[in-house]
């Protein structure tokens, strides 16, 4: 028996998905036909829970259980298979992937489990299929190419390797490396304001796994789809390192799983296509061979959306975009830029900025995220309020789908034909094909930029300033507003530079803004702003905010202080991983909403963040903040983040998910949006019916059933996708 699943694990046969689903004849030849249904289902749910518990806490080897755990899930599969194999084969392909799910768990913890590895190794060689190679499995690559994420960036974190923040002399944080303004300079008042808002123990750590003691499963084996590959000189490889850092983004999840050394499902097999002809060359390949396709530009999403699902049957392939990274022209008459979709945006911007031009497209994540990323989840950048969102820049775009190229054939500045298909390419998230290459508007690099900064009393009066900004069209490329609580961080994140002169200078402004002006410290907020354009455009600008500010009882910051709060963005992006070493969870989510709703949308948003933590027993309240980003005639975009201690709680993440649900919950009854910039991914997509309607959720199925009709594209983002049901 055990050859048998011994071959049936390695031969991979996970084609069809729900066979509990399937009509009672097939049961009925199970021999289970007298064990009602539910039973069933709470059987797999049982064992389901429980191996999954044992597997998200390695610390708890209970031997015994496991050991049960691997006998009843061979026991299980035996009762199942001993009469599925007079089936035909499509039928038998079909209806064993929950079965084989458990076989490959029974894996992973005879893996896991020192007595397997002390008695009995070859049965665990045989199961796991290793071979002597450090990957436990035979490793295929071709051409496998030296790109900057496998080179210079984390696996189980935010951003650059070389950058994090470390602790020194017990009290003083630093940000390792020299890529940002704060780098290798002492930060002598974080750990302090950690350890007041979020209970921060620095004797009590919770540092990462290393990557050499993940346990990293055995990808799916489709060798013909392999074959084609090596056949067309595809670049691919199935090695463990390159599937594993593609087979996420950077939401909580994501990174709180690395660090516990929790991997799921992942990517079977990496491809790297170098051009547009082989990105059909591998779709193809994916049709013909069952195969599905997630696409990766900079691996920065926040949604899921790079997650692959759990219950996938076929071999999954990650598409990376890093070698299509190339600018095709530059338009000077048109001001226009064609680029590949895999260009990153600091890369993009540099080599325009080197002919004179600027995108002006800067999201947060520009040092990683790619122009295909920023199409496909309809992105915003900081200085917006200039050049605009992704979709008002975007002049032209190629889709490679299943069906074949989506492309308008005239590349004009606009188009009254119909139905704008590029409207329905930007936030597809990847279910219906692969950005290929895009055009974009480019302007003059400005001829100058000039930071600013406002102070504002409370945290209304600096909203009722944003409002009346909007209302008089002076607003600035980058306007932003930070509640209290980020504002006292970010004095926080101050550095120490040694200088007296600039320490009593702080004093005397601190003594100026608290005691004259009557400005509160619990209730103090600030605006950064960022000017560009020509010398005339920036001082017009400058003056008119300054004077608007004033009216509205505001002070002026200084550019210092708008400079640093700007480029602080960057830097503090490392924070949560920081935070993570010490049994800090945080997460960020945003929204879009009317002006008249964002000062109740902000203040129940913020407290429901904090009663849910309260009621699941933190040490402290969660630390809840927002801070307003974007600026427009109707409204606003909204940035929320919390954090939270969660020593003391079993399950962190459960928490997460609460907060999550609960702030969206309350966000859609405010009156906002879904999501601004972020997308739908994953992890929102239980609201995207309330978000478009019964009729809009019918015209995207529509859209994804015709262009992919075997789910080729098969993410899970955004929408759910109905399976094909047995005919039997």
Not at 417 to 429: A, H, K, N, R, W
Not at 491 to 511: D, I
Not at 612 to 631: K, W
């Amino acid at each position: 028996m055990l050859a048998f699943f011994v071959q049936l694990f390695r031969d991979h046969v996970v084609r069809l998905n729900d066979w509990l689903d399937d009509n009672r004849q097939l049961r009925g030849i199970y021999g289970m036909s007298d064990m009602p249904r539910e039973i069933w289902l709470d059987l797999f749910e049982f064992w389901k829970v429980r191996i999954n518990n044992v597997r998200m806490n390695r610390k708890e080897k209970d031997e015994s259980f496991i050991c049960e755990a691997i006998h009843s899930i061979l026991y299980f599969t035996k009762a199942n298979f001993q009469t599925v194999k007079q089936f035909d084969e499509e039928v038998t392909v079909r209806n064993v992937k929950i079965v084989i799910f458990f076989l490959q768990t029974a894996v992973w913890l005879f893996l896991d489990l020192s007595i397997f590895r002390n008695n009995s190794p070859d049965i665990l060689l045989e199961i796991s299929g290793m071979n002597g190679t450090t990957d436990g499995y035979i490793v295929q690559e071709n051409n496998v190419p030296d790109t900057y994420r496998d080179r210079i960036l984390k696996w189980n974190g935010w951003g650059y390797a070389d950058s994090s923040f470390v602790v020194r002399d017990y009290t003083n944080v630093v940000l390792t490396g020299n890529r940002y303004n704060i780098s290798g300079k002492t930060l002598p008042y974080i750990m302090k304001y950690m350890e007041g808002k979020l209970g921060i123990n620095i004797n009590i750590q919770t540092p990462s796994v290393r990557y050499e003691d993940l346990i990293i499963p055995v990808p799916f084996d489709n060798q013909n789809f392999v074959n084609f590959l090596l056949s067309n000189n595809i670049s691919f490889s199935n090695k463990s390192n390159y599937r594993l850092v593609r087979s996420h983004g950077h939401t909580v999840h994501d990174i709180a799983n690395l660090r516990n050394g929790t991997v799921g499902r992942i990517p079977d097999i990496i491809v790297w296509p170098k051009n547009e002809e082989e990105v059909v060359t591998i779709i193809d390949g994916a049709k013909k061979f069952d195969v599905v396709i997630i696409p990766i530009g900079g691996g920065t999403s926040v949604t899921g959306a790079l997650e692959c699902p759990s219950e996938e049957a076929r071999s999954i392939c990650s598409l990376d975009m890093a070698l299509m990274n190339a600018i095709i022209y530059i338009d000077e008459k048109n001001f226009l830029c064609r680029a590949q979709a895999g260009i990153i945006g600091q890369n993009l911007e540099r080599q325009l900025n080197e002919k004179g031009y600027t995108c002006g497209h800067e999201p947060d994540s520009v040092e990683f995220s790619t122009l295909g990323g920023w199409i496909s989840t309809r992105a915003s950048g900081m200085k917006k309020n200039k050049y605009g969102n992704i979709e008002d820049l975007l002049v032209h775009v190629s889709l490679a789908t299943p069906r074949g190229m989506i492309r308008r054939q005239c590349q004009v500045p606009r188009l009254s034909g119909g139905p704008d298909l590029q409207q329905i390419i930007l936030g597809s998230e990847g279910i219906l094909g692969v950005v290929t290459e895009a055009t974009v508007k480019i302007f003059r690099k400005p001829e100058m930029k000039k930071y600013g900064s406002f102070v504002f009393q409370t945290f209304e009066q600096g909203v009722n300033f944003f409002r009346e900004v909007a209302k008089q069209r002076c607003q600035c490329a980058s306007l932003r507003l930070v509640d209290n609580e980020q504002f006292l961080m970010g004095q926080a994140m101050k550095t120490y530079n040694g200088s007296l002169l600039k320490s009593v200078k702080h004093a005397l402004e601190n003594l100026y803004v608290t005691k004259w002006k009557n400005f509160k410290l619990d209730e103090i907020v600030a605006a950064t702003c960022v000017y560009e354009g020509t010398r005339e455009e920036v001082n017009s600008e400058e003056r008119k905010l300054v004077a608007l500010a004033e009216s509205m009882d505001g002070i002026s910051g200084g550019a210092d202080n708008g400079e640093y709060g700007y480029r602080l963005t960057f830097a503090i992006a490392y924070l949560r991983d920081f935070g993570m070493q010490f049994s800090i969870m945080g997460e960020s989510f945003e929204t879009s909403v009317p002006w008249d709703k964002v000062m109740s949308l902000c203040r129940n948003v913020k407290e429901v963040i904090r009663r849910e933590g309260i009621a699941s027993g933190t040490i402290l309240p969660p630390l809840a903040t927002c801070r307003v980003t974007q600026v427009y005639d109707s409204g606003a975009c909204v940035y929320f983040y919390y954090a939270f201690n969660y020593g003391g709680l079993s399950n962190p993440m459960l928490l997460c998910d609460q907060i999550e649900k609960k702030a969206r919950d309350e966000i859609i009854a405010c009156g906002g949006s879904i999501s601004h910039h972020h997308g739908i991914g994953k992890f929102r997509k239980q609201w995207y019916a309330a978000s478009v309607g019964d009729a809009g959720l019918l015209t995207i199925r529509a859209l994804k059933e015709k262009l992919d009709p075997k789910n080729i594209f098969g993410s899970g983002n955004i929408i759910d996708v109905e399976k094909e049901k047995s005919k039997l």
